[in-house]
């Protein structure tokens, strides 16, 4: 298993992200667009089938290793298209002839590159942080920032429930840019989610599966809404990593990426937080993390359990 060893960048991800776009014949690079500081929402697209699922990762600066996976899964999809070899027993071919998978590892590659080290100390795009920073001394910096480098935390900038974030977040004292749980002035006023969701829109998945970290747990629902295969296919999810399949908590209910797609698409959403421990996790999890998420992409991208291994399937 080969892996990009830290600290990953936005550099290191599109240069990877390059390399297999011109390595398989079956993946495409493109730009979603620019963050606020000229940094490209990267989208690698692999295969062709009808059936469409997208995966994302690192919304959250300090959960840069979710980063890691999906890279890796693109580099195990690619090596197994390219050798016509099998990922867990599934034919990599096979799935890209009924599946496209969409990959965008890297949503806010501004703020990761802030707690990785990727910026400067001595450059303005880190004085802006420390800016921010200091009002909340209570959170280490750079290694506790989750937010764009703006100060809004991506995953509460979607319209699913946004003044009920806005509300829960003023309650713990957060009402202006921070490292974490700032909403943002409205609902998509960022380039980063307005960038994803315009691409959910356009490539329609049948599934969305957003890697978050830490407390291996799978959160399905919003909202109470009842979205048809949602459960099963989640225990599935379950079934495959070893997560458990939990309620979001309240507090963290609202305004995220799966929220609003659950909302908007009616169909099913995943966020799931991988690994434990304080973000950043180490990368000495990172072995364990891709063990059990390799399975749940693999599944989510198939809408079944892919082999016996695991059980009946679903």
Not at 15 to 43: H, N
Not at 143 to 163: F, M, Q, V
Not at 228 to 254: H, I, M, N, W
Not at 283 to 293: H, N, V
Request: glycine share 8%; hydrophobic share 40%.
């Amino acid at each position: 298993m080969s892996i990009v060893h830290p600290p990953i960048s936005y550099e290191s991800c599109r240069e990877t992200l390059k390399t297999l776009a011109a390595d398989c014949p079956q993946a495409r690079l493109r730009s979603l667009g620019c963050t606020p500081f000229r940094r490209q929402v990267l989208a690698l697209s692999m295969g062709f089938g009808e059936r469409s699922v997208l995966f994302s990762a690192a919304h959250h600066a300090n959960e840069w290793i979710t980063a890691l996976v999906l890279l890796e899964f693109a580099r195990d999809c690619a090596r197994a298209l390219k050798e016509n070899d099998t990922l867990l027993g599934v034919s990599a071919r096979a799935l890209a002839e009924v599946c496209t998978i969409h990959l965008v590892p890297l949503v806010n590659p501004d703020g990761v590159d802030l707690v990785t080290g990727a910026v400067a100390p001595d450059s303005p795009q880190y004085a802006l942080g420390e800016k921010i920073a200091v009002h909340y001394p209570e959170i280490p910096f750079p290694e506790g920032w989750k937010a764009n480098l703006l100060g809004t935390d991506l995953n509460l900038n979607y319209p699913a429930g946004w003044r009920q974030a806005r509300k829960n977040k003023a309650l713990l004292g957060v009402t202006a840019p921070a490292p974490r749980d700032y909403v943002g002035s409205s609902p998509l006023n960022q380039p980063e989610t307005r960038a994803l969701a315009a691409f959910t829109r356009e490539v329609q998945p049948e599934v969305v599966v957003a890697l978050h970290s830490q407390g291996q747990e799978i959160y399905w629902q919003y909202g109470g809404l009842e979205i048809p295969g949602a459960r099963e296919l989640g225990k599935a999810l379950a079934q495959v990593s070893g997560y458990a399949l939990a309620d979001t908590p309240y507090l963290s209910a609202f305004a995220g990426y799966k929220d609003w797609f659950i909302k908007t698409f009616r169909r099913p959403g995943y966020t799931v937080e991988v690994g434990l421990g304080e973000n950043p996790l180490p990368l000495a999890q990172f072995p364990e993390i891709y063990r059990s998420c390799l399975p749940l992409l693999l599944t989510a991208a198939l809408g079944k359990i892919p082999v016996d291994k695991w059980g009946e399937g679903v």
